[in-house]
Structure formats: C-alpha cells, structure tokens
C-alpha cells in the first residue's frame, strides 16, 4: 500500500526551478502528497552516485513510500521509462541502471515499463520527463494506483556493476566510488569484507599512502589527521579529521584502496 510519501533525487540542482515544478506536478495529482528531497546535487549526468546515494536511503523510509530518481541523460532517446516494485515501495526513473543498486539490495517483485499514457502530462516534452512522466506517475502511485497498471513486465533492466574488491596475498585491494559533501572517500570495500580480519592487524592505505586505523569515530585523531573508518552506508570510508579527504589525496572515483593484513 502506497505511503503517500514521495522522494525525489535528481542532478538538476536548485538555481533553475526544474525541481519545484516536478513538485507541482505532483502536488496538483495529489494534494496530500509528503515531499522529500534526497538531493538535487548529484554531479550532472552521473548515474552511478546517484544510484548509490538511492540506495543508501530507500531502507530508511515507511513501506509503500515512491521513490523518484531522475539522473537522465538519455532523456528522449530509445531509453525505457521504468517502475520497479521493492519490498520498500516503488523506484520510478529511467532505465539506465539509476535504479538497479537500490533493486538489488532485497527482494522485489516486477520491472514494469512504463506504458499508461494516460498518466502522463501532456504535451509530452522530450527533455523534461521528469516533469511529464516520472512525477505524474509517482503521484499516482502515492495514490494507490497499482504498478502493474503502468505497463507490462520486463524481463531484465540495466544494472550498474560497482568495481570489485580483489582479494591479495596480503589482504584486499579495493577502490574510491563515492565522494560525500565533506569530501570523504567512500570505497568499494564493505564491513564484512574488513571483519574477515583481526582488526588488531589490519592496516589502510590510499594510493600507497598509509592513514590511520581503521578507527571507530573520526574524532579518534586529531584535528588534520587522515583516517579510515566504516561511515554509516557500512563501506570503508577515507576521512581526515576536520578536513577534505578527496581534497587531501588528490582522490576520485577510482583511487586505489589497500587493506594490508600484518
């Protein structure tokens, strides 16, 4: 059963009103509708940080809750409008993996193309389907509109593969996916793949660089001192204490990550 409740996560920002019009939309399907904003700060045309970031919120939200995620660079093109049913609630956006990390994360029922034009505002625009599709459809969801009225079944959607941890002969090799608003750098490397090893053991390094712990509180060292940690999406995080770790490393996507185990 739908919750009423609706989040929006997109890379349109927040100087141009693209946002606040898909929250018309929305609002003038159903009045009653909850508005969250996950972020509207996602790096323009970036599909894999905007498909982290959603899966690292969808758990934390009422069952039934609609989830719209619109990070579209394909918008127009041949690129399928989907709707994913999760045990959480429902995932609405392009087919382009944006949706596929937070699919992945529990069990789900079907992929449905979205198909019912009917639900779509009109005039449909070809480079604001946000507005026109995603936003008209999840305020029908949020109103009980079932998903399996929005178009037929799919038998696969596109899914992003994160980069794989390497095991080694001293420990693992991993690498930088994500970097937050503080600048630290989230790795690939999850807790348990870390709880493998006696902690009293391991060491962390960042490009041949070696930091501190892994450590249970960034407040663990002193101001300026480089540490890692596992942050609250339960991955290996790079941090400097009251600092910028992306900044700090020259660091990216991509910067290799070493467990060493001693």
């Given at each position: 059963m739908a919750s009423g409740i609706i989040t929006l996560l997109t890379d349109f920002g927040t100087a141009d009103a693209f946002v606040g019009i898909m929250k018309g939309v929305i609002l003038g399907i159903?009045?009653?509708?909850?508005?969250?904003?996950?972020?509207?700060?996602?790096?323009?045309?970036?599909?894999?940080?905007?498909?982290?970031?959603?899966?690292?919120?969808?758990?934390?939200?009422?069952?039934?809750?609609v989830h719209v995620a619109v990070v579209d660079p394909?918008?127009?093109?041949?690129?399928?409008?989907?709707?994913?049913?999760?045990?959480?609630?429902?995932?609405?956006?392009?087919?382009?993996?944006?949706?596929?990390l937070a699919a992945a994360a529990g069990p789900r029922g079907a992929a449905r193309v979205i198909e019912h034009r009917g639900l779509f505002r009109q005039p449909?625009?070809?480079?604001?389907?946000g507005r026109d599709i995603f936003a008209p459809v999840a305020a029908h969801l949020s109103c009980g509109v079932?998903?399996?009225?929005?178009g037929p079944p799919v038998d696969s959607i596109v899914e992003l593969a994160l980069p794989l941890v390497h095991d080694t002969p001293s420990g693992l090799r991993g690498e930088v996916i994500?970097?937050?608003?503080?600048?630290?750098?989230?790795?690939?490397?999850?807790?348990?793949?870390?709880?493998r090893f006696p902690a009293q053991r391991v060491s962390v390094s960042i490009d041949d660089r070696p930091v501190a712990g892994p450590l249970n509180a960034y407040a663990a060292v002193p101001a300026g001192t480089a540490l890692a940690i596992v942050g609250s999406w339960g991955l290996i995080e790079i941090a400097v204490r009251n600092g910028n770790a992306a900044q700090t490393f020259a660091a990216g996507p991509g910067t290799p990550v070493t467990v060493v185990v001693e």
């Open positions: 159903n009045r009653h509708a909850q508005l969250v904003d996950l972020t509207h700060a996602v790096p323009p045309q970036q599909i894999l940080p905007a498909a982290l970031v959603l899966r690292s919120a969808v758990p934390f939200f009422p069952a039934g809750t394909g918008v127009g093109s041949a690129r399928r409008p989907i709707v994913i049913e999760t045990e959480h609630g429902f995932l609405v956006g392009p087919d382009n993996g944006v949706l596929s449909l625009s070809q480079t604001f389907h079932q998903a399996d009225a929005l994500y970097i937050d608003h503080f600048g630290n750098l989230l790795t690939n490397i999850d807790a348990g793949a870390l709880a």
